[in-house]
């Protein structure tokens, strides 16, 4: 099964409701819960490794930069970018070299973004971590946005930690092994989890911080 359709949303929403009850008001609370799915490949690791550790519209505005240089945001287009002018667009030192070693990974046959999909989540995981620069949060992200896989909350994300702390009243964000566990109740829904906790966020918190897509 791929969360593929704002119909498989709102089925994983009905499921996450009957499985957790104490989710009902917050699917009441987070109002619509957007599917925010993006094509895999190299465009959609490059915009989840752009987002890293910044805020969104910062990331969009690399985004956009890069889109109005390269066109497309393919991986050959990518090495065909030097590294002043991938500085130009705002990407930091250490990103350029993540996306150089995806694309190179891409070009060369050794990573296929679109047979990571059908994968296990822990292959996935490992597959993509292999490379530099990409670590659990990114690899999960690309699992949910572009694998549309069912079954991963990405626990690292500063947004659902804090989300989760405000809806459930803790008195401090979680960890994200203390996140694990709590998740492991929406499973086999857990993306779809994900994105009601982002939606939450961006409703009651005031704060849009859903990863940035293509």
Not at 41 to 60: C, E, H, P, T
Not at 96 to 125: H, N, Q, S, T, W
Request: aromatic share 6%.
């Amino acid at each position: 099964m791929r969360i593929s359709s704002d119909h498989d949303v709102s089925c994983g929403l009905a499921a996450l409701g009957t499985r957790d009850p104490r989710l009902v008001p917050i699917i009441a609370a987070a109002g619509a819960v957007p599917l925010r799915r993006s094509e895999p490949g190299f465009s959609g690791l490059a915009a989840i490794i752009v987002s890293q550790m910044i805020s969104k519209a910062s990331a969009a505005a690399i985004w956009n930069r890069m889109t109005l240089r390269l066109g497309t945001v393919e991986a050959g287009a990518f090495l065909a970018l030097d590294e002043a002018d991938g500085r130009a667009t705002g990407l930091s030192g250490a990103k350029i070299k993540a996306l150089r070693a995806a694309a190179l990974a891409v070009e060369a046959g050794v990573l296929d973004l679109d047979g990571i999909c059908d994968l296990e989540p822990d292959a996935a995981i490992a597959a993509l971590g292999a490379l530099p620069g990409i670590g659990r949060w990114t690899a999960e992200v690309y699992l949910v946005f572009c694998a549309g896989h069912p079954d991963v909350f990405p626990v690292g994300d500063v947004a659902l930690q804090s989300a989760v702390a405000h809806a459930f009243r803790l008195e401090a964000r979680p960890s994200a092994r203390a996140l694990d566990t709590i998740s492991l109740a929406w499973s086999p829904w857990r993306s779809v989890a994900a994105r009601l906790f982002w939606a939450y966020y961006a409703r009651c918190m005031r704060r849009d911080a859903a990863p940035v897509l293509a």
